[in-house]
């Protein structure tokens, strides 16, 4: 990611860490700087959040550009906005978000996405499931799955079980969380989000 001034600028390296490959006093459990390489999986054709756009980008790849660059209630620019991927993005993050584009198909397409109901996003960075090893003492293991939740997988609802299901694999067995419903954003109102369509 790029800035054009090189002191005033936003990068909220906490809001992007990734999960320690192990426990350790001296280790910043809160999670290890993402580094320069990330892997997203492509959005597969069969998935349900799969749009009729031919270079739909992951969510969570767009969500961890926003929540590193950005704070809650910026305004976030999307010049192709496209599928609308950055505004379904920004919708759950609470920031607003203005899309030109020219593609009226793609503006009426963004605008039926936003009003789509949130069950989480549509790809994430496996290492946010990494289990850190030598998690042995009960007591901190039970804390830190508790906090890992909130701090990698908060807006992932369809990763916790398998993230789960890893702890047990690894230390026995784990208090899981009960399933509720996501709560709805405080930026799902649709005054948040703007459309520029070009040629009109």
Known sequence: MFTKHPKNFTFNLDDIRVPQK???????????????????SHIHYCQGNRQAHPTQKPEGLIERIVLASSSKGD??????????TTQRVCQQLS???????????????????????????DSIDLRMKRVP????????????????????????????????????RLYGHVNTRKK??????????????????LGT
């Open 75 to 84: 305004n976030v620019l999307d010049l192709f906005s496209g599928s609308g």
């Open 180 to 197: 509720t419903k996501a709560p709805k954003s405080e930026s799902q109102s649709g005054d948040l989000f703007t459309f520029s369509q």
């Open 22 to 40: 192990y426990y350790r006093n001296v280790n910043n459990m809160r999670g290890a700087n993402p580094g320069d390489v990330w892997e997203f």
């Open 133 to 168: 090893f030598d998690l042995s003492d009960p007591d901190i293991r039970q804390e830190y799955v508790k906090q890992h939740k909130h701090w990698f997988l908060k807006n992932h609802e369809g990763d916790i079980e398998e993230f789960e299901k890893e702890v047990a």
């Open 95 to 121: 920031r607003n978000c203005t899309g030109v584009e020219i593609n009226p198909e793609y503006v009426e397409m963004t605008e039926d996405r936003l009003a789509q109901p949130f069950s989480g996003f």
